[in-house]
């Protein structure tokens, strides 16, 4: 099948180097020409652990071209694929701008039968909207359909491969014929494609991160009342999570969500629920809960620094929002920079892929290291922010030997208590005993 990607980021690039590898022809399209050039050039403009292999895999193979040019890809594909941003507006509903601008593109543009499906997390409705744009332009015959991605940054590729389901919302048999035959390679290993109308298609996304959200966020709460009544953590973690009702996962307390899916997807709900005159009232608090979260340790780190945290230096490892991404939307990271700060203290970072994009964003707020012991350096202490594998088993006696303090922060719960207390730190995690 002739397939079109509009849309090249962590889902639309993935999507289409994994809709290649099942044998289709695909043509990405992206406004943005650098990484156009990039991706022609062999490279891959994204961090994602297992792309590149597949993507080279699928250029040498001449199965996926790369354009900024619409026209071209709408000329000989059958099925286009939206995976364009749906960033929060300001009101923190969805901001739909590019999904209906290439919407208009298409009306005006294509010239046979097209299935356009939209992958980009979208609110209730959006697949009518898309309709009645294209429609508005175009005597054309075509379809629209909801296709949300429950992908996860860091194992995109294996998600994409492999994951629980495939959710199509249509209703068009002869879209979701399409859409079949698309995704057959999932079904013969098989994963199962559940097909419903647009709008509960479009809700199955929200209502899927809003609960995962939810999840991270309760099991913060619970570690918060650990620290109060001397509980650990880990072990109500794990005598709850064994109850196969709730399941192990999504249970590790830490500083928060953050993420370019999470806070926004939750945002939108809490606001499609607005416009209906509905309040989400659990949603709403697991907003302000993780706001909170994100800067619990501050607090912390200010009262066992004596109070202030003014002239103090904080070594940071991990500014990503979680491992194995260089993504940093919305990453607590960058919450606990301004927050530290804003009270007068100075930060220097060292994280393997975020550097570039923190650089960009906030550039010289902070310092950046190239090593991860290197800037524990007259740093007073050291906040664990990312769970980078490279942090989890660190050289303890090097970080003490470096540090003003022998005092770590850790917000993802990375170390054994037992362990730093034998050597001697001060440690704090999230609902688990402070080692002194
Ligand atoms: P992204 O920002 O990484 O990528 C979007 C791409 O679209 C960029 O390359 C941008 O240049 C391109 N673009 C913007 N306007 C365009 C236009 N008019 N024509 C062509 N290209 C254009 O976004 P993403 O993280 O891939 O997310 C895309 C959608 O998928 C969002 O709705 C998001 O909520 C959803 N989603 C994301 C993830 C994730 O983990 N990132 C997971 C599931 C769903």
């Known amino acids: 099948m002739n397939i079109a990607i509009v849309g090249t980021g962590y889902v639309g690039l993935v999507t289409g180097t994994c809709l ?3 044998g289709n022809h695909v043509i990405c399209v992206d406004i943005d020409e650098k990484k156009v050039e990039m991706m022609r050039e062999g490279h891959v403009p994204i961090y994602e652990p297992g792309l590149e292999e597949v993507f ?7 199965r996926i071209e790369f354009t900024t040019n619409i026209k071209d890809a709408l000329d000989v594909c059958d099925v286009v694929f939206l995976a364009l941003p749906t960033p929060p507006g300001e009101d923190g509903s969805a901001d739909l701008s590019y999904v209906i601008g290439v919407a208009n593109q298409i009306g005006e543009l294509m010239t046979s039968y097209k299935v356009i499906v939209n992958k980009s997390t979208v609110p209730v409705g959006t697949a009518d909207k898309v309709h009645e744009v294209i429609a508005s332009k175009t005597t054309i015959k075509f379809d629209v359909v909801s296709n949300p ?14 994951p629980s389901r495939v959710v199509v919302g249509t209703s068009s ?30 809700l199955t996304k929200y209502a899927a991160n809003s609960f995962l959200a939810t999840k991270i966020t309760f099991m913060n709460e619970v570690a918060n009342f650990c620290e109060l009544v001397g509980a650990d953590v880990d072990k109500v973690r794990l005598g709850m999570g064994s109850d196969d009702r709730i399941g192990n996962r999504f249970l590790f307390p830490g500083i928060g969500y953050g993420g370019s899916c999470f806070p926004k997807d939750v945002k939108a709900l809490v606001k499609s629920g607005k416009q209906e005159n509905y309040q989400f009232k659990v949603l ?26 003014q002239g103090k230096k904080i070594a940071m490892w991990g500014l990503a929002f979680k491992e194995n991404t260089d ?12 927050e530290l700060t804003n009270q007068g203290a100075s930060v220097i970072a060292y994280d ?39 942090f989890r088993n660190p050289k303890y006696e090097v970080i003490a030997e470096k540090l003003k303090n022998k005092a770590i922060f850790d917000g993802r719960n990375l170390y054994d208590l037992e362990v730093l207390e034998e050597k001697g730190f001060f440690y704090k995690s999230i609902g688990r005993k402070t080692v002194l």
């Open 327 to 338: 993504d940093i939307r919305e990453a607590s990271s960058l919450d606990m920079i301004e």
């Open 56 to 62: 080279l895999r699928n250029i040498k193979a001449n």
């Open 284 to 309: 709403e608090a697991v907003e302000e809960v993780n706001q909170t979260q994100k800067v619990i340790l501050v607090p912390a780190i200010k009262e066992y620094l004596g109070g202030s945290l």
């Open 173 to 202: 048999q002869k879209a979701l014929d399409m859409m079949n035959r698309i995704y057959k390679p999932l079904t013969e290993a098989g994963i199962p494609v559940i097909a419903m109308d647009e709008k509960s298609s479009e």
């Open 149 to 162: 991605e429950f992908l996860r940054e860091g194992y995109a590729v294996q998600d994409f491969m492999k």
């Open 352 to 390: 393997s892929a975020a550097m570039p994009n923190v650089k960009r964003a906030i550039g010289d707020k902070i310092e950046y290291g190239d090593d991860m012991y290197e800037i524990l350096n007259d740093a007073d202490v050291l906040l664990v922010v990312t769970e980078w594998s490279e």
């Open 20 to 22: 290649a590898d099942f």
